[in-house]
């Protein structure tokens, strides 16, 4: 049965130990200096935030398109590149579910499911601060996906060092879009690299299936200013 983290507390307290120190006679060099672990979590790491899924108009699930979307997801993300380079996604994380939304859980766990990834859930969607402590104390220089609610995307980017007018049209996330991944990029020492900041569109592979489970569509296409994913999804959406 998965097991999620649901205590931004617990995950605080279970921090990485420092790294065993280097006995050395004489003053370290500075190529070794750069050869020690930054202790950040953040370090070299992808970070790959998506909208929840469709919702219904009640409930704290998703609607029949959110759950082709999640459906579809599973594939999207187990063949997903950047600039051209595949990414292997190391671990996925939602807010905790709530009596109003499970939605960002919900969006994740066919993708789950079929990778065996556990989704963790350390914080509320709110404590986007929790969330940035909880991410610098996982291992380094890997990718993550988080499903997050769209109205405190602003705040999460922020706290991740990212200027959300830079990046979202108007410095917030349009009530109609679910389609958009926003990559975030850090360096060695975990900050936020702006250059390779981007928002990726899903390609019609994704849409064009969820847009099908809609008797009317709600949500529309919506101008991104970056590139969008170079990887063709055309055979994805007939598995």
Same mark, same amino acid.
């Given at each position: ?15 990485? #130990?420092? =790294? ?24 070299? @790491? $992808? ?5 929840? *899924? ?18 579809? /997801?599973?594939? /999207? !993300? ?57 991410? &610098? ?6 990718? $993550? ?6 109205? &405190?995307? *602003? ?10 007018? =830079? ?10 879009? !679910? ?25 019609? @592979?994704?849409?064009? +299936? ?11 296409? !919506? /101008? +991104?200013?970056?590139?969008?994913? #170079?990887?063709? !999804? ?6």
């Amino acid at each position: 049965m998965r097991m999620a983290l649901t205590a931004c507390g617990l995950a605080l307290a279970a921090m990485v #130990s420092p =790294a065993s120190a280097l006995t050395l006679d004489a003053p370290m060099s500075n190529s070794l200096v750069a050869q020690v672990p930054a202790g950040n979590g953040l370090s070299n @790491a $992808t970070l790959l935030i998506v909208r929840h *899924a469709e919702k219904t108009g009640y409930g704290p699930g998703l609607s029949s398109a959110g759950d082709m979307r999640a459906q579809v /997801y599973a594939s /999207y !993300f187990r063949h997903f590149s950047l600039d051209g380079d595949k990414i292997h996604i190391d671990s996925l994380v939602a807010s905790t579910d709530t009596e109003n939304s499970a939605r960002p859980r919900l969006t994740l766990e066919p993708l789950s499911l079929e990778t065996g990834m556990d989704i963790s859930q350390p914080c509320p969607d709110h404590a986007v601060g929790q969330l940035v402590d909880w991410l &610098k104390a996982q291992p380094a220089h890997e990718t $993550t996906l988080i499903s997050w609610h769209h109205t &405190k995307m *602003a705040k999460l980017l922020a706290a991740l060092g990212a200027d959300p007018k =830079a990046i979202l049209p108007h410095g917030r996330w349009p009530d109609d879009v !679910f389609d958009w991944v926003v990559a975030l990029k850090f360096d060695a020492q975990g900050k936020l690299i702006p250059s390779a900041t981007q928002i990726v569109r899903e390609p019609a @592979a994704v849409n064009d +299936v969820v847009w099908k489970a809609m008797a009317h569509p709600t949500i529309r296409p !919506f /101008y +991104v200013q970056e590139r969008p994913n #170079s990887e063709d !999804f055309a055979q994805l959406a007939e598995r």
